[in-house]
């Protein structure tokens, strides 16, 4: 289970992600099966330039953080809650 609790750091770089339209949210999803689900920077705010981990692996998927946290059945099946 992810939780969306301030201060929210990134997943990947371990920086403060200071808005939630700065961050992103990434997974992995075969069928139904959800995996590695992350919080990272958006990479327009990231510091280091990239803090996607599985950006060219073909079952990723992404989202900003701020339409995950208004689709509540989204947040269910990421397992993501505050």
Partial sequence: ???LRQ???CDECKKPIEEYAHGMIEWLEDGSAISEVRV???PAHSP???CYKH???AKRRELHLADILNNE???K???ITD
Avoid: I
């Fill in 40 to 42: 990272v920077h958006n």
């Fill in 77 to 79: 099946q990421l397992e």
């Fill in 73 to 75: 059945a989204l947040r």
């Fill in 1 to 3: 289970m992810k939780f």
């Fill in 7 to 9: 201060p929210l750091l």
């Fill in 48 to 50: 280091t330039g990239r």
């Fill in 55 to 57: 950006l060219y692996h």
